[in-house]
């Protein structure tokens, strides 16, 4: 089993910024990939960001310039920088990892942008 625990989240204002942290443990022995995605209310579970262990990062397209996602690989953990934030951006943020192709979900952060 793997367990992931997020951290970071909370209440911005647009145009701030936010750092979530997701520490991966338990059997991890190899890491496919680790990413973020989230769900805003009422809405469908989306990507943000992944990053696979020797590939190259997937941003989802409204992201790109202002999120970067990042890894510790000797603390197995992966982190998500989050600059110019925007209302739209509002929602529980997930981490997820795939490990020997099995995927693993955190239980989300919850990140609120006010206008």
């Known amino acids: 089993q793997v367990q992931l625990v997020e951290s970071g989240g909370g209440l911005v204002q647009a145009g701030g910024t936010l750092r979530l942290s997701c520490a991966a443990s338990?059997?991890?022995?190899?890491?496919?990939?680790m990413g973020w995605y989230r769900q805003a209310l009422g809405k469908q579970r989306e990507l943000v960001a992944v990053n696979p262990s020797g590939g190259s990062t997937v941003y989802a397209d409204s992201v790109k310039g202002r999120f970067t996602i990042s890894r510790d690989n000797a603390k197995n953990t992966v982190y998500l920088q989050m600059n110019s934030l925007k209302p739209e951006d509002t929602g529980v943020y997930y981490c997820?990892?795939?490990?020997?192709?099995?995927?693993?979900w955190g239980k989300g952060t919850l990140v609120t942008v006010s206008s």
């Open positions: 997820n990892a795939v490990v020997r192709g099995m995927t693993y």
């Open positions: 338990g059997s991890i022995f190899s890491i496919n990939a």
